[in-house]
């Protein structure tokens, strides 16, 4: 699958099981694809090697929430009408809230 905004495209992986969704970037030391989970609204960088760029969008893919360059050890608590949270290396893109995201399989 690909993420596409502003006509720019990453690799993404939708974190599916128990485990990946667990995992995430835990412990990676290179960053150079994204993650995608479908029903989440809260993450955490606990163990975390590389600071990264998160994108919270809801069901229509609309950009709610930014955080960019976010550092190891920190929260984001639920935020209310997120459906779907994307970590993916940091500045790949630059993002505008309240634009569109698109996934394509």
Known sequence: MELIYDNKKITIYECKGFYTRLKGFMFCKEINHALLFNHCNSIHTFFMKKNI??????????????????????????????????????????????????IEK
């Open 53 to 102: 760029d998160v994108i919270m969008c809801d069901k229509e893919d609309n950009i709610l929430y930014y955080y960019h360059n976010l550092s190891k050890n920190k929260i984001i608590f639920p935020k209310k009408n997120v459906y779907k949270t994307i970590e993916l290396p940091v500045n790949y893109f630059n993002i505008k809230l309240n634009e569109k995201i698109r």
